[in-house]
């Protein structure tokens, strides 16, 4: 039987803002803030998302993001396109107790999440459609304006994000917070130019995009990082949450495999040079102690099968004796 959602007063208002009722929903698994829910309408599935108030994204903020996945979507980029509702908006605001919740509803893409595919279904036709649905948005990121100044992103040194994260670490981890500062300083300093900074998703793991292996398809959706940043960005998330779902013990063996298969899908869209794959490690490093300080503090060392789990192992001294995240001559991927 499938479980709905009724007599919860912004879920009744938001449901019918979008021409169903409440009891047409069913709960789905959301992000760490916002509530998800399905529903079909006139034959088609899409997923209502209803963020309540938080200190991370506001009103002009979701209007900054869906204002960029329309863009997309638009383009014919694989992603999860935001639908009208009743009024005609992509986004819809809801006074509730006089807090402002945000519902939004998108495409429902097909297959799951790919986090959620097993490492064996995984394969080189996936690998090269990945990195050709990343090409895709990174292209149409170098013709994107926003339409007015207050819905433009940040950069990715500005906002919250895995690269970025806004929590100080605690003292505990001084040698940790050091290595940080050192690498930051080293991403920073490098060169912006049209070709290789733009629009990124900027958190582009497997929790965030499905998989269909019927037909080979990708598609991507969760925005709310996206942000000014190095499209070489969206790579490194790639590749590093590739080798915390790899099982096997050949990392360097694997990570070639992926990313020339990756490369090959991702250069039939859009150009990268040597140059930026020579970068990755820095990126790879500054997403490792980003994670790192978001996850640390609540992982269970007993747990050791989970994502946390698996990425955690070892971590600490990995990140404070400078080991690499992985061991890759990168720029000789394009020979």
């Not at 999860?80 to 509730?96: F, K, M, R, T, Y």
């Not at 998108?106 to 090269?128: S, V």
């Not at 990313?259 to 899908?265: F, T």
Request: with cysteine; hydrophobic share 40%.
């Amino acid at each position: 039987m499938m479980r709905t959602v009724t007599n919860v007063p912004y879920i009744d208002e938001a449901a019918r803002r979008y021409g169903i009722a409440a009891a047409d929903l069913a709960p789905m698994e959301g992000g760490l803030v916002a509530h998800v829910y399905s529903f079909a309408k006139d034959g088609k599935d899409y997923v209502l998302r209803i963020t309540p108030p938080n200190d991370e994204i506001d009103l002009p903020e979701m209007r900054a993001i869906l204002t960029w996945i329309h863009f997309l979507a638009q383009g014919g980029a694989a992603v999860a396109a935001p639908v009208p509702s009743q009024n005609g908006d992509l986004i819809e605001p809801i006074e509730e107790d006089g807090q402002a919740y945000i519902a939004v509803a998108f495409e429902r893409a097909p297959g799951i999440r790919g986090e959620e595919l097993t490492f064996d279904q995984w394969n080189d036709a996936l690998f090269e459609r990945l990195g050709q649905t990343a090409g895709k948005m990174h292209t149409l990121a170098k013709s994107y304006t926003p339409p007015s100044a207050d819905l433009k992103r940040p950069d990715w040194d500005v906002a919250g994000n895995c690269f970025h994260p806004l929590e100080p670490l605690p003292p505990s981890e001084a040698i940790v917070a050091e290595k940080q500062a050192r690498i930051f300083e080293v991403v920073q300093a490098l060169p912006k130019d049209a070709d290789s900074y733009g629009m990124i998703h900027a958190d582009l793991h497997g929790g965030n995009f499905f998989v269909d292996v019927d037909t080979n398809t990708i598609t991507i959706f969760d925005f709310d990082d996206c942000a000014y940043g190095w499209f070489a960005m969206d790579i490194a998330m790639s590749v590093f949450d590739m080798l915390v779902l790899y099982p096997g013990p050949d990392r360097e063996v694997f990570t070639e495999r992926f990313l020339r298969s990756y490369l090959k899908g991702y250069r039939t869209e859009n150009t990268i040079s040597a140059f930026w794959l020579d970068q990755l490690p820095h990126f790879l490093k500054l997403l490792e102690i980003g994670v790192y300080a978001e996850v640390h503090t609540y992982h269970d060392p007993a747990d050791t099968e989970s994502w946390v789990g698996r990425f955690m192992a070892n971590r600490k001294y990995r990140i404070e004796h400078d080991v690499p995240y992985i061991d890759l001559d990168f720029g000789h991927l394009l020979q």
